[in-house]
């Protein structure tokens, strides 16, 4: 079945950067887009941006445009996701998702805690 | 950007009761690319329903999804105990894709 492996919790300082993966298995990853969501606590969900499945076109949210980068290695069937410039309403839970007509399934989620 | 308006806040049923959740879109929902997600605490999304209506795999049918442009519904039958959780509607008709604020649902 469709599994997601992200990263381990992070927690960082005001200004750092941080590099989150998520391996995944069960489905052939070059055949669907990967996107990124975030969750802060208590709130809706907020898309970060995606990567297309082929020729690695990304697209992002305009809120994070400048400051993240998605990137994958098709044979390590890897994504990552790095978010510079934290700060403290960067504290969120991020996930992987495929898009297959829909964020379907999610991975388990990295928390990503920014704090001084 | 697309601001989508979920109603109720929250919903306090009872088992065996139906539920009906509603999901309002600031603009046409550009081919209905309208979904809705269940979230239960500690875990991630789950999709329920994929271009307004369509079950996703493994849903049972007691849920269900309807509506149109701008007027979305979400229709739980039989509640289960289980069910309890947060709903979100979520369009990705328009860049960027968005999400509702949600409607928690107490059993």
């Known amino acids: 079945q469709v599994q997601f492996v992200q990263s381990g919790a992070e927690l960082k300082k005001p200004g750092d950067s941080v590099r989150l993966s998520c391996k995944a298995s069960?489905?052939?990853?070059?055949?669907?887009?990967l996107h990124w969501m975030r969750q802060a606590p208590g709130q809706r969900p907020e898309w970060v941006g995606w990567?297309?499945?082929?020729?690695?076109?990304?697209n992002y949210s305009q809120r994070f445009r400048g400051r993240v980068t998605i990137s994958k290695d098709r044979a390590a069937t890897t994504a990552y996701l790095e978010v510079r410039g934290l700060t403290s309403e960067d504290t969120a839970v991020y996930y992987c998702?495929?898009?297959?007509?829909?964020?379907?399934?999610w991975g388990p989620g990295t928390l990503v805690s920014v704090s001084s | 950007e697309i601001v989508l308006t979920q109603s109720p806040g929250t919903l306090s049923l009872s088992p065996g009761e139906g539920a009906t959740l509603s999901c309002r879109a600031s603009?046409?929902?550009?081919?209905?690319?309208l979904y809705w997600y269940q979230q239960k605490p500690g875990q991630p999304p789950r999709l329920l329903i994929y271009?307004?209506?369509t079950r996703a795999t493994g849903i049972p049918d007691r849920f269900s999804g309807t509506g149109s442009g701008t007027d979305f519904t979400l229709t739980i039958t039989r509640l289960e105990p289980e069910d309890s959780a947060v709903y979100y509607c979520?369009?990705?008709?328009?860049?960027?894709?968005?999400f509702g604020g949600g409607t928690r649902l107490e059993i």
């Open positions: 998702v495929r898009w297959a007509g829909g964020a379907d399934p």
């Open positions: 271009r307004a209506s």
């Open positions: 979520q369009q990705s008709g328009t860049a960027p894709l968005t």
């Open positions: 069960g489905y052939d990853f070059t055949s669907y887009p």
């Open positions: 990567i297309t499945p082929d020729d690695d076109e990304t």
């Open positions: 603009q046409t929902v550009f081919k209905n690319k």
